[in-house]
């Protein structure tokens, strides 16, 4: 190996139905307007062996290989924790992961969805009314979603998955982090969306793979915002559907930015210009 190839920052996603990802792009642009030397790469479980022990593999091959990182995504941001040494701080209040650093032979999980998240919302929807939010999905991405409500100052969130269980474990998650606010599992959705200021999506329905919306049509109402944390297509069926009835939306765009930005610093130890990969995004 030279000399150049060994300063090579190597980082990657590893991931189901990732074709479509921006994340290298983004991220190598990035570098390369920094002057730094970076590869990303795609780690697709639709186009290789996706065996139980796959997820494990892969990590062990890219610490090998001397990457500096990875990301992970749908469907390994909880499955990955019980292959990592440390987690930080927010990962392990959230107990998902979308970022995982290779250090001194340890691997260490972060969570850099929550800043996505937030920093999105502050900037598309920064007069949202917050009292009364529902929140589709309560997976890895669902998690920080919601712990992301919480900082921005959401009074009521409601929690919807098929699965109640994960609902309810989201919300004994976080219920020690949400001081006065209320947060709330329910194993149906509400009869009546009247009172209902917001709607997020954060599960998989609307990528290319899930297509379609992930709650009836005849729930949205005009005086509602609705945000998704899907970004490809940008604009999804449950997005499209809120414009036409006129709701203030969120694409899962700038999530998708705002998180990688946080990845890229601890991949590189260099801030990057948000609004500089917001633009090219």
């Known amino acids: 190996m030279n000399s150049a ?75 990955v924790i019980q292959h990592l040494d440390e987690l930080s701080d927010t990962a392990l209040i959230l107990n998902a992961v979308n970022t995982v650093l290779f250090s001194g032979g340890r691997r260490v999980g972060h969570n850099t969805d929550w800043q996505g998240f937030l920093n999105s919302f502050r900037r598309g929807l920064p007069t949202a009314t917050l009292d009364r939010v529902l929140l589709l999905g309560a997976g890895g991405a669902g998690m920080a979603v919601a712990y992301a409500m919480l900082l921005l100052g959401v009074k009521q969130l409601i929690v919807f998955d098929t699965d109640i269980s994960k609902a309810q474990t989201l919300c004994n998650t976080l219920e020690p982090h949400s001081a006065t606010q209320s947060i709330q599992a329910i194993s149906a959705l509400p009869a009546t969306m009247c009172d209902i200021h917001g709607v997020i999506n954060s599960t998989p329905i609307g990528m290319q ?40 939306t969120l694409d899962g765009g700038g999530m998708a930015v705002y998180q990688a930005a946080a990845a890229f610093k601890l991949f590189t130890g260099v801030e990057p210009n948000a609004e500089r990969m917001m633009a090219r995004f």
């Not at 991220?27 to 062996?49: I, K, N, R, V, W």
């Not at 001397?66 to 941001?77: D, I, L, S």
């Not at 793979?209 to 009836?216: A, D, E, F, Q």
Request: aromatic share 8%; net charge negative.
């Open 5 to 79: 190839s060994a300063n090579v920052i190597k980082v990657g996603l590893i991931g189901a139905s990732i074709q479509s990802s921006r994340s290298p792009t983004m991220h190598m642009e990035e570098a390369s307007a920094l002057g730094l030397p970076l590869t990303y790469e795609l780690f697709d479980f639709d186009h290789q062996d996706s065996d139980a022990g796959a997820l494990a593999r892969l990590l062990t091959h890219k610490q090998q290989a001397g990457y500096a990182g990875v990301n992970v995504t749908h469907p390994c941001k909880q499955s």
């Open 209 to 248: 793979k899930y297509p379609g919306l992930p709650l009836p049509a005849t729930y949205l109402h005009p005086n509602m915002w609705v945000a998704d944390v899907v970004y490809f297509p940008l604009e999804t069926e449950l997005l499209k559907t809120a414009k036409t009835l006129g709701c203030a």
